[in-house]
């Protein structure tokens, strides 16, 4: 008799999908009948059972790859139910108001999340994005000039640096750039 995949299991796997966009999904059977239903979801690897001394280390290394890729090249935020992943070399600053922060992409779109800025900072993990004022951080990536009292980024935008934040911003911009200021 053979095993038929649920429609359950199916739904549960695009909801993982959804819900978890870096999660890596390795599928592990005896059964190549359900190879095809596999390529109804995301997944990293197929392995089948008979193989698995073989293609179980190829697909563990190839999740553990995509999941540093992930971690190093994304930020993944959380969106009513679902999870939105972003570009980290897209966002340009970030900007909180009103327990909303608002983070404004290159291509012109603005993104908002309940997140603090300091959640998402920690979260980037990233030296290229620097906070710069109490409700302001810049990748200093997009950062076009530096002065004093604010960043001209890229795209025309001016983000202020606030006087108390001025001398950490200063010595983080220095060291990111390699500079003498």
Same mark, same amino acid.
């Given at each position: 008799?053979?095993?038929?995949?649920?429609? %359950?299991? +199916?739904?549960?796997?695009?909801? +993982?999908?959804?819900?978890? *966009?870096?999660? @890596?999904?390795? &599928?592990?059977?005896?059964?190549?009948?359900?190879? *095809?239903?596999?390529?109804?979801? =995301?997944?990293? &690897?197929?392995?089948?059972? *008979?193989?698995?001394?073989?293609?179980? *280390?190829?697909?563990? @290394?190839?999740?553990?790859?995509?999941?540093?890729?992930?971690?190093?090249? @994304?930020?993944?935020?959380? $969106?009513?139910?679902? @999870?939105?992943?972003?570009?980290? $070399?897209?966002?340009?600053?970030?900007?909180?108001?009103?327990?909303?922060?608002?983070?404004? #992409?290159?291509?012109?779109?603005?993104?908002?999340?309940? #997140?603090?800025?300091?959640?998402?900072?920690?979260?980037?993990?990233?030296?290229?994005?620097? =906070?710069?004022?109490?409700? %302001?951080?810049?990748?200093?990536?997009?950062?076009?000039?530096? =002065?004093?009292?604010? %960043?001209?980024?890229?795209?025309?935008?001016?983000?202020?640096?606030?006087?108390?934040? &001025?001398?950490?911003?200063?010595? $983080? %911009?220095?060291? &990111?750039?390699?500079?003498? +200021?």
């Amino acid at each position: 008799m053979k095993k038929q995949v649920s429609v %359950f299991g +199916l739904h549960a796997r695009a909801a +993982l999908n959804r819900l978890l *966009p870096t999660c @890596q999904i390795i &599928y592990l059977t005896g059964y190549l009948d359900y190879a *095809p239903d596999a390529y109804a979801t =995301r997944h990293t &690897y197929y392995v089948y059972r *008979p193989t698995m001394e073989k293609h179980l *280390p190829l697909a563990l @290394q190839k999740a553990m790859t995509a999941l540093a890729e992930a971690e190093n090249g @994304q930020l993944v935020l959380p $969106q009513k139910g679902e @999870q939105l992943v972003l570009e980290k $070399q897209t966002i340009l600053y970030m900007e909180r108001r009103l327990r909303v922060t608002k983070l404004y #992409l290159a291509d012109g779109q603005c993104v908002t999340t309940a #997140l603090r800025l300091e959640e998402l900072l920690e979260r980037l993990g990233d030296p290229a994005f620097l =906070r710069c004022h109490n409700s %302001f951080a810049v990748s200093l990536d997009h950062a076009a000039v530096f =002065r004093r009292e604010s %960043f001209l980024m890229k795209d025309g935008t001016v983000v202020p640096i606030s006087h108390g934040y &001025y001398p950490a911003v200063r010595e $983080q %911009f220095r060291k &990111y750039h390699h500079i003498e +200021l």
